[in-house]
């Protein structure tokens, strides 16, 4: 009887391990796919990083309209337009 009560709590005690590494395996599983997604959304952070069009600096930009306009390829209206839309950018 004792090596009967035995068997059945080893078996017990090997049905409770399984569970135990199903629901480790499970964790391990979720944590993988969150790490996956994670890397992921970062790659796609850098991506849109390089797609984006470096802003100028708006002096440096204006500048350039006046040197535009002194050498005379913007008259004195499109230049005067150009940097009221550029002021009103900032």
Same mark, same amino acid.
């Given at each position: 009887?004792?090596?009967?009560?035995?068997?059945?709590?080893?078996?017990?005690?090997?049905?409770?391990?399984?569970?135990?590494?199903?629901?480790?395996?499970?964790?391990?599983?979720? =944590?993988?796919?969150?790490?996956?997604?994670?890397?992921?959304?970062?790659?796609?952070?850098?991506?849109?990083?390089?797609?984006?069009?470096?802003?100028?600096?708006?002096?440096?930009? %204006?500048?350039?309209?006046?040197?535009?306009?002194?050498?005379? %390829?913007?008259?004195?209206?499109?230049?005067?337009?150009?940097?009221?839309? %550029?002021? =009103?950018?900032?």
């Amino acid at each position: 009887m004792a090596a009967m009560g035995a068997g059945v709590a080893r078996h017990r005690a090997g049905a409770a391990m399984d569970q135990e590494r199903q629901g480790y395996e499970s964790q391990l599983d979720q =944590s993988q796919r969150q790490i996956e997604a994670q890397q992921r959304q970062i790659e796609a952070l850098q991506q849109q990083k390089f797609q984006q069009p470096q802003q100028e600096d708006p002096t440096k930009k %204006l500048q350039k309209y006046a040197d535009l306009r002194q050498k005379g %390829l913007l008259t004195e209206e499109e230049f005067q337009k150009l940097k009221a839309d %550029l002021l =009103s950018q900032m």
